[in-house]
């Protein structure tokens, strides 16, 4: 007896759609949507309020190894990304409190999409307060270009000019100076593209991101036939033209922390500054990661193991034990991950100092979400989230992070 008609497994579940019948199509793109994540934080929101209309607990302190704060509850941390401008979040939040599906449409022909886009703004400051923010503009690749000593990139940066399009200069090989000298509102839509791809390519790649990752991640609008080449095209541009440091500072990272390991009682140190050496607490090993300010991040029961590469070949790296899928397992400390947890720890830094100036000026913090800071008071403004915010610790200063600082203010919060 042959295979059912209706063998999921084997139809393409595409076409199997086009083939139904529109109501029954329409329940099912319902049943879709209000079965979304994204769609039950309302209602999780509002079980996390309490007597008083605040709600606690929303950040674990210290959650990743890094230091982060990790999200909890509500998840303030990954609150959907708009697909819909709201320029005033008052007027939404009234359109949504009459319970009128109609009053969403204003905004968008999909009235879900519209009330996704505008969970954010169910957070709110007390009254007679307002909320102010300030974010870290590219805080990571900005220190990762500095620990590599890239400096002509970090003066870009800290001139203000537009980087990602100074990458994707050099990406499509074009004229720099003219690219650069174009305004952004004039921009065509095919600039717009390939800015698109250099903001990729800076905030992607200081990890050691290889070039099917960048592919799979990044190049899914091209066509198949041409996906590769460009993905291999824009990692070599990145690693040998623009950034050519940043690698260097991978693999210094990586030698450092596998000489730590194999040379117990010696302190191994990178050029950039950072320090590894292997260290027992409570009868446990660690390798012991010290950043530039003194901070510590631990790696525990590190040995060394050969490891499959995305190359396809073997090599000797350092594993440590971490919490995955709820089970310890042996996690490679290869360089692209090494670089990830010193610069997001560095990051971390930045951000935690800020909190205490803001903290002693009478400014209380009352959110982060990744790099940036919420505080509640009546009288912060912008520019008291840009003065505070674009202080440095000796630390940055010495190692020349070029810091920018986004800020905004206003009674709801937004992005």
């Not at 390798?287 to 590190?302: A, I, R, T």
């Not at 009288?379 to 003065?387: C, D």
């Not at 630390?395 to 919060?413: C, M, N, S, T």
Request: proline share 5%.
């Amino acid at each position: 007896m042959g295979k059912p008609r209706h063998d999921f497994a084997v139809l393409d579940f595409g076409l199997l759609l086009d083939d139904l019948p529109p109501d029954l199509l329409r329940v099912l793109k319902i049943r879709a949507t209000i079965a979304a994540s994204s769609l039950k934080k309302l209602d999780r929101m509002l079980q996390c309020v309490g007597p008083d209309g605040r709600v606690r607990g929303s950040l674990q302190y210290h959650g990743a190894m890094t230091g982060r704060w990790a999200g909890r509850l509500l998840q303030p941390q990954n609150l959907p990304r708009p697909t819909v401008k709201i320029d005033d979040p008052e007027a939404l939040v009234a359109a949504v409190k009459t319970g009128d599906v109609n009053a969403l449409r204003p905004w968008g022909d999909d009235p879900i999409d519209v009330l996704v886009s505008g969970l954010r703004h169910a957070l709110i400051a007390r009254d007679g307060t307002v909320l102010g923010s300030g974010d870290f503009a590219t805080i990571e690749a900005r220190i990762v270009l500095a620990l590599a000593g890239q400096d002509d990139k970090v003066a870009v940066l800290a001139s203000g000019a537009d980087v990602y399009r100074d990458m994707a200069a050099d990406i499509y090989g074009l004229d720099k100076a003219a690219f650069m000298r174009l305004e952004k509102e004039l921009l065509t839509l095919e600039q717009k593209e390939r800015r698109q791809v250099g903001k990729n390519t800076v905030l992607g790649c200081g990890f050691a991101l290889w070039w099917e990752g960048f592919r799979d991640r990044y190049l899914k609008h091209l066509p198949a036939a041409e996906r590769d080449g460009f993905a291999q095209k824009v990692i070599y541009t990145y690693r040998k033209v623009w950034a050519p440091m940043v690698p260097r500072l991978w693999y210094d990272l990586e030698l450092a922390a596998t000489a730590a390991v194999c040379r117990p009682g010696n302190v191994v140190e990178t050029e950039c500054g950072v320090e590894y050496r292997l260290k027992t607490k409570a009868g446990i090993p660690f390798l012991v990661c010290q950043l530039l300010n003194g901070k510590n991040l631990y790696y525990p029961n590190p040995r060394i193991e050969e490891r499959m590469t995305h190359r396809g070949n073997t090599k000797a790296v350092v594993v440590y034990d971490a919490m995955k899928d709820h089970q310890w397992r042996g996690v490679s400390a290869w360089h692209g991950r090494l670089t990830e947890h010193v610069v997001s720890g560095l990051a971390r830094e930045l951000l935690v100092d800020a909190v205490f100036r803001f903290e002693e000026r009478g400014f209380p913090v009352v959110l982060t979400v990744h790099d940036e800071i919420v505080v509640e008071h009546p009288a912060i403004t912008e520019q008291l989230m840009v003065e505070i915010m674009s202080e440095q610790p000796k630390w940055a200063i010495d190692l020349g992070v070029p810091i920018a600082v986004e800020a905004w203010f206003g009674k709801r919060y937004r992005k």
